[in-house]
């Protein structure tokens, strides 16, 4: 099946700043609508059972670990298995110079996202992808055309990495949730070099990898 993709939007601008044990994005402050409406949306996708129980303003604050790990260079950013939106509507709300892509195959999540963009206002900056991810990473259109992926509880290291490596440019990042600190490491670094990566580095609650190099075909 081909992927169709929905583009929707206006330039908006960043986010509220929370305070606490969850990071900042020092950014433009955000258009307090938008981002009153950016909450009212993820509370709509967790009453819809999209989202899990965790009060949805600590799921926006974790998202912006994601948000931080992105270099200011990043102008393209996807997310893998995008589901209710995060983290990639929260990329999209405090960074407004990225092109952001949700990528998810069910189609009544994709039918929401869809709704959501359009309910914010985001026109020409984020697409809705209906597709599985695995099909995207082999998509000659797709390859190689992201500054970063992004991936919250999309799935094992061994899917998850390989898929975001094919997706991501020379040069470019991989940025993936991570269990609390306490439970070790989940990448063999031998394994992450054989992508063409650098092993992970850990930022609270996400890991980031950089790409170094282009890598042979990745089954």
């Known amino acids: 099946m081909t992927p169709s993709v929905v583009w929707w939007c206006r330039a908006p601008q960043g986010p509220n700043h929370p305070h606490g044990d969850f990071p900042t994005y020092a950014g433009a402050v955000p258009d307090p609508q938008t981002a ?4 009212h949306v ?8 999209a989202l899990g129980a965790r009060p949805v303003a600590e799921v926006i604050q974790h998202a912006r670990f994601f948000v931080n790990a992105l270099p200011e260079e990043v102008r393209s950013v996807m997310d893998l298995g995008s589901g209710a ?3 990639g ?3 999209a709300l405090d960074r407004p110079l990225i092109r952001v892509t949700l990528v998810d195959r069910r189609a009544k999540r994709v039918d929401a996202l869809r ?9 020409d900056r984020v697409a809705v ?7 995207v990473g082999r998509d000659e259109r797709w390859s190689g055309t992201q500054d970063a992926v992004v991936a919250r509880g999309f799935g094992e290291p061994a899917v998850t990495l390989p898929i975001a490596r094919r997706l991501v440019r020379s040069g470019g ?5 991570e269990p609390p600190t306490d439970t ?5 670094p031998t394994w992450v070099r054989s992508l063409g990566m650098n092993p992970p580095e850990r930022l609270g609650s996400v890991v980031r990898f950089h790409v170094e190099q282009s890598t042979p075909e990745i089954r």
């Open 36 to 39: 009153s409406l950016l909450t």
């Open 184 to 188: 070790g490491s989940r990448w063999d």
């Open 89 to 91: 509507l929260v990329v």
């Open 173 to 177: 990042w991989v940025v993936i949730s």
């Open 115 to 123: 709704r959501a963009v359009t309910s914010l206002g985001w026109t």
């Open 42 to 49: 993820l509370e709509r996708a967790q009453a819809e059972g």
């Open 85 to 87: 939106g995060i983290p």
């Open 129 to 135: 992808l209906e597709a599985d991810a695995d099909h």
